[in-house]
T-cell receptor, first 113, second 112 residues
Framework: QKEVEQNSGPLSVPEGAIASLNCTYS??????FFWYRQYSGKSPELIMF????GDKEDGRFTAQLNKASQYVSLLIRDSQPSDSATYLC?????????????FGQGTILTVHP | NAGVMQNPRHLVRRRGQEARLRCSPM?????VYWYRQLPEEGLKFMVY????????ESGMPKERFSAEFPKEGPSILRIQQVVRGDSAAYFC??????????FGEGSRLTVL
């Protein structure tokens, strides 16, 4: 089992819809989770991080964490064509206290007009 | 631009040559990380450095790869005797302490 697993997609949604991106992780002791966005040929850009169970909202983005189910998700409301990118879920695994992130394979999101 | 600076952005090497990739962290950041992204694969951690110290190199291949972050100057990722399988995007990231990572634009290595 991969340490961080994402549904690879691709995921296609119409403009204005909600895009839902999912991620599971294997290490029950993981505490810190991150969502990055990566446009083709560009660097990863941090969208959100979440440490506590529940929801965390920032503008059109909501991250959800369920530690009992070892599940992290990212919801994008009112999706725009500019949101089309690869979304990377990452976690700090194994109790480390620094930025040694384990990334999932990424989910390709396409928002069509 | 106060972001993480990487150079060169693109590097072409023939098999057996050496590749040197440089990274200057964001101002005020003393922690540097190197990640590698192979074609069609996710980002993989390689090494974590602070000034003059390698903290965690558990993701570095055992041979041909080395990294340093000297007291003065950028962090350098060095790949000796490159092979085709080394072709990838190499990303550097910095953080102020143990906070979120800020990534540079990456150095794309092509080995012919």
């Amino acid at each position: 089992q991969k340490e961080v697993e994402q549904n690879s997609g691709p995921l296609s949604v119409p403009e204005g819809a909600i895009a839902s991106l999912n991620c599971t992780y294997s290490d029950r002791g993981s505490q810190s989770f991150f969502w990055y966005r990566q446009y083709s040929g560009k660097s990863p850009e941090l969208i959100m991080f979440i440490y506590s169970n529940g929801d965390k909202e920032d503008g059109r983005f909501t991250a959800q964490l369920n530690k009992a189910s070892q599940y992290v998700s990212l919801l994008i409301r009112d999706s725009q064509p500019s949101d089309s990118a690869t979304y990377l879920c990452a976690a700090i695994i194994g109790g480390t206290s620094y930025g040694k992130l384990t990334f999932g394979q990424g989910t390709i999101l396409t928002v069509h007009p | 631009n106060a972001g993480v600076m990487q150079n060169p952005r693109h590097l072409v090497r023939r098999r057996g040559q050496e590749a040197r990739l440089r990274c200057s962290p964001m101002k005020g950041h003393s922690h540097v990380y190197w990640y590698r992204q192979l074609p069609e694969e996710g980002l993989k951690f390689m090494v974590y450095l602070q000034k003059e110290n390698i903290i965690d190199e558990s993701g570095m291949p055992k041979e041909r790869f080395s990294a340093e972050f000297p007291k003065e100057g950028p962090s350098i990722l060095r790949i000796q005797q490159v092979v085709r399988g080394d072709s990838a995007a190499y990303f550097c990231a910095s953080s102020p302490m143990t906070g979120e990572l800020f990534f540079g634009e990456g150095s794309r290595l092509t080995v012919l």
